[in-house]
């Protein structure tokens, strides 16, 4: 049986716009020192490290760790598109559970660009080909942002199968903003109603621009370790990890039949459906969710892929206010991607550090109240998804 692994220390920067940021080696720094201290433990304590980052050259990772000193531990650079943040907590929660080490640290930063997401290769095979493929003989292309077409095609296809409105797609953008204006380390803090949400121009039906995350500069971190270790530091009470899953596609003839497939529901499907059965516990056992609200689709389309609600419930999950405050389970009280921000790699970290601080119960004006079972969503194209489960 795999050992028990806390989440003894969580650190992470406020999050900014391009070409507001510092360069990613202090936004990392920053992030480590405050997870090592939550955590209580000192630098020289950590015997391996998982650096995750999707835009950085190939040892970025040695650089970013090296502001805390260099003590010959191995480090791993990780990446796995927008999933890389948790994929990297997954690699060390395994170091821990497997015995290789008893205290690791994960840590996920980026530094973006201004604008859509493009291939940063021209001259080797596109990693979403198979996925772009799937999505030209669903619905052809466009000139608009292609992760826009991809999750605004599954939100199409989901709207026109149940019939959703398209205000609904827009309230969850009102909620993510209305949860960011009480974070202080999320990116757009202003409230949006509805109708603003709708007015802001149309990137690919049903999506406008407010309904799109925006790319983001940030790092995080998360201080992994044994059961033993967390004790021996008094942490007794420290959050645990109680179950962890990743997927990845299913065979490209599933694909083909669905966007809702090409953009990974299935995946979610898939691994929120280990996790639970690892824990022994089920979605209405859930109390707080941070999941991955690249696009208003994609949150729509997790909540029936981590079962919170029933196959075509979403929409009267939303304008129920079940995905909040009062509501059945509260979803990304930090605001999510849509609002807190989206730096590729250190979104996963970010997620983690939100739902360690709901359960410890220091989540300040987000805290949800009585939170004790948490769960982390985090999908990457190409294609990974990660879910996480934590317990107080």
Same mark, same amino acid.
């Given at each position: 049986?795999?050992?028990?692994?806390?989440?003894?220390?969580?650190?992470? /920067?406020?999050?900014?716009?391009?070409?507001?940021?510092?360069?990613?080696?202090?936004?990392?720094?920053?992030?480590?020192?405050?997870?090592?201290?939550?955590?209580?433990?000192?630098?020289? #304590?950590?015997? @391996?490290?998982?650096?995750?980052?999707?835009?950085?050259?190939?040892?970025?990772? @040695?650089?970013?760790?090296?502001?805390?000193? *260099?003590?010959?531990?191995?480090?791993?650079?990780?990446?796995?598109?927008?999933?890389?943040?948790?994929?990297?907590?997954?690699?060390? *929660?395994?170091?821990?559970?497997?015995?290789? &080490?008893?205290? /690791?640290?994960?840590?996920?930063?980026?530094?973006?660009? +201004?604008?859509?997401?493009?291939?940063?290769?021209?001259?080797?095979?596109?990693?979403?080909?198979?996925?772009?493929?799937?999505?030209?003989?669903?619905?052809?292309?466009?000139? $608009?942002?292609?992760?826009?077409?991809?999750?605004?095609?599954?939100?199409? #296809?989901?709207? =026109?199968?149940?019939?959703? +409105?398209?205000?609904?797609? &827009?309230?969850?953008?009102?909620?993510?903003?209305?949860?960011?204006?009480?974070?202080?380390?999320?990116?757009?803090?202003?409230?949006?109603?509805? #109708?603003?949400?709708?007015?802001?121009?149309?990137?690919?039906?049903?999506?406008?621009?407010?309904?799109?995350?925006?790319?983001?500069?940030? $790092?995080?971190?998360?201080?992994?370790?044994?059961?033993?270790?967390? @004790?021996?530091?008094? *942490? #007794?009470?420290?959050?645990?990890?109680?179950?962890? $899953?990743?997927?990845?596609?299913?065979? $490209?003839?599933?694909?083909?039949?669905?966007?809702?497939?090409? %953009?990974? %529901?299935?995946?979610?499907?898939?691994?929120?459906? @280990?996790?639970?059965?690892?824990?022994?516990?089920?979605?209405?056992? %859930?109390?707080?969710?941070?999941?991955?609200?690249?696009?208003?689709?994609?949150?729509?389309?997790?909540?029936?892929?981590?079962?919170?609600?029933?196959?075509?419930?979403?929409?009267?999950?939303? =304008?129920?206010?079940?995905?909040?405050?009062?509501?059945?389970?509260?979803?990304?009280?930090?605001?999510?991607?849509?609002?807190?921000?989206?730096?590729?790699?250190?979104?996963?970290?970010?997620?983690?550090?939100?739902?360690?601080?709901?359960?410890?119960?220091?989540?300040?004006? *987000?805290?949800?109240?009585?939170? +004790?079972?948490?769960?982390?969503?985090?999908?990457?194209?190409?294609?990974?998804?990660?879910?996480?489960?934590?317990?107080?």
């Amino acid at each position: 049986m795999a050992a028990k692994v806390h989440v003894l220390g969580v650190g992470m /920067v406020p999050f900014q716009k391009p070409g507001k940021s510092d360069d990613y080696p202090e936004m990392s720094r920053k992030a480590m020192e405050a997870a090592l201290a939550d955590a209580g433990v000192s630098f020289t #304590e950590v015997e @391996q490290a998982y650096v995750g980052y999707v835009y950085g050259d190939s040892t970025c990772g @040695q650089r970013a760790v090296y502001e805390m000193g *260099r003590t010959g531990v191995p480090i791993f650079n990780v990446n796995n598109n927008c999933s890389t943040g948790s994929t990297a907590l997954m690699l060390a *929660r395994q170091a821990v559970a497997g015995g290789m &080490a008893e205290c /690791v640290l994960a840590l996920g930063f980026e530094k973006m660009e +201004r604008g859509a997401l493009g291939s940063t290769w021209d001259d080797r095979a596109n990693p979403l080909e198979w996925h772009a493929g799937s999505m030209n003989e669903l619905q052809g292309f466009t000139t $608009a942002p292609p992760a826009a077409q991809m999750f605004g095609g599954a939100g199409r #296809e989901y709207r =026109w199968k149940h019939g959703t +409105r398209r205000e609904t797609f &827009a309230k969850i953008s009102s909620k993510a903003r209305a949860h960011a204006a009480k974070n202080p380390y999320a990116l757009f803090r202003q409230e949006l109603s509805v #109708e603003e949400v709708l007015a802001s121009p149309e990137v690919f039906d049903p999506l406008t621009r407010y309904q799109c995350c925006p790319p983001t500069c940030g $790092a995080a971190a998360a201080i992994v370790c044994s059961e033993a270790f967390a @004790q021996k530091h008094g *942490r #007794e009470n420290a959050v645990w990890i109680a179950a962890q $899953a990743m997927t990845t596609d299913p065979p $490209a003839e599933g694909q083909a039949r669905s966007m809702m497939e090409v %953009v990974g %529901v299935g995946m979610t499907k898939r691994a929120a459906a @280990q996790v639970y059965e690892a824990a022994g516990l089920g979605p209405e056992d %859930v109390d707080v969710v941070e999941l991955h609200d690249c696009f208003t689709a994609n949150e729509l389309l997790s909540y029936e892929g981590l079962g919170l609600c029933a196959e075509g419930e979403a929409e009267r999950f939303i =304008w129920d206010g079940d995905n909040t405050y009062g509501g059945r389970v509260v979803t990304n009280p930090s605001g999510g991607l849509l609002s807190k921000g989206h730096p590729l790699g250190a979104t996963g970290l970010a997620q983690c550090a939100e739902l360690v601080w709901q359960l410890r119960g220091s989540a300040e004006a *987000r805290q949800v109240e009585g939170a +004790r079972v948490a769960l982390q969503h985090n999908l990457g194209l190409g294609g990974a998804c990660v879910v996480t489960m934590y317990r107080a």
